[in-house]
Every structure is written in C-alpha cells, then in structure tokens.
C-alpha cells in the first residue's frame, strides 16, 4: 500500500489479538480485524457484546488491555488526527450556532470547508441557527457534517442512528452512502439493525462475547434495494445467526473460526 | 391572559405595580395620621430630604463610597472564588488539597468576623473591602465548581476526537458550559454583596450610606434611614438587572434565556 493511496482514500485499519477488560471482566477477548483502505465495514451483535468498547479503543478513546491496533501501520495509542467519530447523540454544543460546530477543530482559514460539509447534507441554510431548533434527524446531519469537515480518513459511527425515525433513518443512510462514495474514508459503523449494515457496509461483522463470530461479505452492488428477494434473503439469514437460530452445525463452527459461513450462500 | 401579557407597555409596567401600591398606601397612611410620623415619615418628607441630600452632594459623595467597596470587594472575591473553582474543577488533587478547606471556612458566617476584622483594619475601606469579599468568594466559588463538574462529558469527549486540546478544551467546550452556572453564582453573590456591605458600614464606618442611616438614627430623622433603604432596594434591584442582562448576553443559545 503506498503513501499516496493512503492520503486519497481511507486508511489501513490492522486491528490484531486486542484485548480489554474493565476491572477483572473481559469484554474483547481477542479481536482480529483488518479493514482495507476506503473499505465500508458495519459490526453488528447484541448489546453488551462489546462492541461500543472495541469502537471506542479504535478512537483511542479507550486504552486496549492487550493487543494491537495499527493505522497505516502506526499503533494507535490516542486520539488519530484523522479519525472522526459520530455518536448515538449527536453532541453538538449548544453555544455554537450550527456552522461554529460543523467547523469546530477545524483552523479559521478552513471554514469554507465547513460551510462546504453543511452544504453536503442539504443544511447549508441553518449555518447560523442554535443547535436547539433543529430536529433530531438534522442534528444528526449537522454531526455527520462536522464528521465530514476535516476530510477524515477514518470515520466511526457509534449508532449514529440508532435514535432516528425509519424514515429519516433511510435517508441518512443514502446520504452517508453517497457522501462515502465521494470522498471513500474507511468506515467502521457499529449497529443494531442488520438491515441497516446490509445495506451500507461492504462486510458485515458479528461480534459475540467479544469475539468476532462471524464475518461476511455483502455480495450485492450498490445502491442496494431493500425490497429485493435475495437482499431480504441475506438480511435474514444474517438476522438469524445473530439470534442464535442457525443450524447447529455451522453454530459449533462459529465458536472455532473467524469465517464460519461460506460467501453468498 | 396572554393577551393581556403580550402588550409590551403593560408588560413593561406590570412589575413595577406592586412597589408602586406599597407607596401610595404608605402615604395614605401616613398623611392621614394613622401612623406616627416619628415612626413612618411622610413620603414627601423623605423625597424632600432626598433632594436636600442631592443637592448638597453629601449623597452623591456617599453613594459613590458605598459602590466603590462593593465593586473593589465583588471583583477581588468573586476573582478568588473564580479561579479557586476553576482550579478545583480541573484538578482533583486541587481539589482534595483545597475543598476541605474552604467548606470549614464558607461556614463561618462572614459577619461574625466583624470584631476581628475592625481590630484587624480599623474603621477604614480595608475592612469592608474585605468583608465583602469574603461574602462574595464563597457563593462564586461553589458555583463555578459546579458548573465546570456538571459539563456534559460526552461534549468533552466530542472535543477530544475532534482535535480540541486542553486550552481550547476549555475555552470552547468547558467554559461554556459552566457559565450558567457560574452566573447563577454571580447572581447570588450581588445579593451577598449589598448585604454584607450594609451591615459593615452600619456598625463600623465614617462614610456611605449605612453611615448615613446610621447617623440620621443618631438624630431621630426616619425619613433620611428611610430613603437609604429606598436606596437599598433600587441598588439591589439594579444589580439583579445587569445579572440578567449578563444571562441574556452570554446564554442566548440556551432555550430557556430566548425571546
């Protein structure tokens, strides 16, 4: 992977053998994970199975008990000046009109970026609005805006939908595939709904007692169409793994290897 | 109702109606004998000793005393209380140093120490000055500890992922969000304030208004003690004014300062 790739595109993510406990409880117990520059993964699994935490030590957020997390082969052990993180909330500061906190972090000479960001998500308009008139779904917007301002080459999205409508829900959806496919960031999004990580991610990781239990690629093309058979299908079949009704010989084979299920079946 | 709320003259007015009947049924009162006027002067006894006053520029003179102790107090104590709860909020060794410190000595009632203090600095400004602020630190200080420990953590950490390091931490993220709370403080303080100030320059002073009242008593002229009280409620109700114009000013984004 040469130099140049990695500042165009998103970066290299090498997470290996990473471990964190709180106290003496284990919550990652040996995740193993290498996600490819401008590469879109979504990780699913039940809550409490660890993988807010595993979002959080990859934002250096969090110190890893154990392990190695690597970007474009740097260890990771604090805040990456190119990682932007989105949370469940969007945690806008409700001192600043809405274009100060698109353009927070960002250097002066670089606001034209943030009126740019704000114009990407159809809200160019309230840049000079309090955060507190805004609906939820636009303050989600203004987030992914800032998220987007400073170019990252990494972006973590913790459920940053999580609190949506369905509708708003879909059209955030479109807007961050869209903007991904415009300027292709690595993007790790953490997720409840499966629906939503068939959708958008180009590999979909299950993560169970903290470890990874499944990983899959999404075979379909983009953009992909919710009330297709073999998507819905996927979504399924996806959805029934991750409930635990799975036959039970390809369950026994979950608990031993990181790629349990063939491709496409 | 609401209609009646949202006419701007009668909403301007509203107010003031309560203070105003409170005049009208003292000179009722009063002028029809009903009240001794040994105890209760007369409304335009008091107004007139108010011009004698102005005219001579004693009053003046005695106003601009009492103002300059509250302010040199306020910003010397409100500072410490400031910057004492800055310190305290941002470092928990400060604070485990400090905190245990300062809760002992907040619950010393600050009058208490008037004996001492004269026997300190005499009758002078010092000892005002100091008295006020040592009544002004403490309601500062609490607030702005709260203030900073009550900041929204995920806004902190929001901060930190989006390249924001400790100065501009604080200045953008911290600071912010303490100052309501911080107001709420100054707020408070300004009442401490005046109170402090009246109850020191009425038992240990030659100037300002307290010494005003308390040499009119000297004389048995009601009307004069009357009118520094007067004067007590217009400077306590000016204070609380350009508090809140302060909440306005700094904490307009918040939806509960709009309109």
């Known amino acids: ?189 953490i997720t409840h709904d499966v629906e939503e990580a068939v959708v958008l991610a180009d590999r979909v990781v299950l993560i169970e007692e903290g470890r990874i239990a499944m990983d899959r690629t999404v075979p379909f093309s983009r953009p992909r169409q919710r009330g297709n058979a073999e998507v819905a299908a996927f979504i399924d079949h996806i959805l029934k793994r991750v409930m635990g009704i799975t036959e039970v010989e390809s369950r026994h084979e979950a608990e031993d290897l990181p790629y349990p299920l063939k491709k496409g079946s | 109702m609401r209609k009646l709320m949202s006419n701007p003259i009668l909403g301007k007015c509203l107010p003031w109606v309560l203070p105003i009947l409170l005049i009208v049924v003292w000179a009722i009162l009063s002028n029809l004998d009903v009240i001794s006027r040994k105890i209760l002067p007369l409304p335009q006894d008091v107004l007139f000793s108010f011009r004698d006053l102005l005219l001579s520029g004693k009053l003046i003179e005695h106003i601009a005393i009492s103002f300059q102790r509250a302010f040199i107090g306020f910003l010397i104590g409100g500072g410490i209380g400031l910057v004492l709860g800055f310190i305290n909020g941002l470092s928990s060794i400060a604070e485990k140093l400090l905190d245990t410190t300062i809760q002992m000595v907040r619950n010393v009632p600050h009058l208490a120490m008037i004996p001492l203090v004269v026997l300190w600095f005499g009758i002078g400004e010092e000892s005002k000055i100091f008295l006020v602020a040592v009544g002004v630190l403490f309601p500062v200080y609490i607030n702005t500890l709260h203030g900073i420990r009550s900041v929204d953590n995920g806004l902190i950490e929001m901060g930190s992922v989006y390249g924001l390091r400790s100065a501009s931490l604080f200045w953008k993220v911290v600071l912010p969000g303490a100052l309501p709370s911080i107001l709420v403080g100054l707020r408070y303080a300004l009442g401490i304030m005046w109170l402090t100030l009246i109850v020191s320059e009425t038992i240990a002073t030659n100037s300002g208004i307290g010494f005003l009242a308390m040499n009119a008593r000297e004389y048995m002229q009601t009307d004069i003690i009357l009118l520094t009280i007067v004067l007590y409620a217009l400077f306590g109700k000016l204070a609380d004014s350009i508090a809140k114009l302060l909440e306005k000013r700094f904490l307009q984004w918040n939806p509960n300062y709009q309109k």
Do not use: Y
């Open chain 1, 1 to 189: 992977m040469s130099t140049l790739k990695s500042s165009t595109h998103g970066v290299h993510l090498r997470i290996t053998q990473l471990q964190k406990s709180f106290g003496e409880q284990p919550v990652l117990r040996g995740i193993e994970l290498d996600v490819k520059p401008g590469e879109f993964i979504a990780i699913i699994g039940r809550s409490g199975c660890g993988k807010s935490t595993l979002l959080r030590v990859i934002a250096g957020l969090e110190p890893s008990t154990s392990g190695d997390i690597r970007i474009n082969d740097h260890p990771v052990d604090q805040v990456h000046a190119e990682t932007r993180m989105m949370f469940q909330d969007a945690r806008l500061l409700p001192w600043n009109k809405v274009i100060d906190n698109v353009a927070i972090g960002l250097r002066k000479e670089d606001r034209h970026k943030a009126e740019a960001a704000l114009d990407q998500v159809g809200l160019g308009a309230r840049a000079n609005e309090w955060p507190s008139v805004l609906s939820g779904g636009q303050k989600q917007r203004v987030a992914l805006a800032r998220a987007l301002a400073s170019q990252p080459k990494l972006l973590l999205l913790d459920e940053p939908l999580g609190a949506l409508d369905a509708l708003t829900r879909i059209e955030m959806q479109q807007l961050i595939e869209s903007l991904w496919q415009q300027q292709p960031f690595t993007t790790v999004l």
